[in-house]
Nanobody, 123 residues
Framework: QVQLVESGGGLVQAGGSLRLSCAAS????????MGWFRQAPGKEREFVAA????????YYEDSVKGRFTLSGDNIKNTVYLRMNSLKPEDTAVYYC????????????????WGQGTQVTVSS
């Protein structure tokens, strides 16, 4: 089974920045897309951003456009999420996910999930 490991979460003041990383293990690992989701207490899991390796297209949820930047290294099976101008509303557990078949942004099946990393933004 593929293993995804997130890192980079923490506590930051509003307006600050964090950079999340997600590494997928396995020398033979391959995926159609990798993305980030988040879940705050009492809320449903929400799509944040994703990258499709075919063409390198990126997708962002509207509330993070212009603030978050997703990048990836297909050879290293690694994705990064740079989060700037963080707001208290961004507080959530952030999960990395990988899809082995075609997906569009957050629509479709993501097959593998990391354990999540906590991001807390204080006022």
């Amino acid at each position: 089974q593929v293993q995804l490991v997130e890192s980079g979460g923490g506590l930051v003041q509003a307006g600050g920045s964090l950079r999340l990383s997600c590494a997928a293990s396995g020398r033979t690992f391959s995926s159609y897309a990798m993305g980030w989701f988040r879940q705050a207490p009492g809320k449903e899991r929400e799509f944040v951003a994703a990258i499709s390796w075919s063409g390198g297209n990126t997708y962002y949820e509207d509330s993070v456009k212009g603030r978050f930047t997703l990048s990836g290294d297909n050879i290293k099976n690694t994705v990064y999420l740079r989060m700037n101008s963080l707001k208290p509303e961004d507080t959530a557990v952030y999960y990395c996910a990988a899809a082995m078949r075609r997906v569009v942004a957050g629509r479709g099946r993501y097959d593998y999930w990391g354990q999540g990393t906590q991001v807390t933004v204080s006022s």
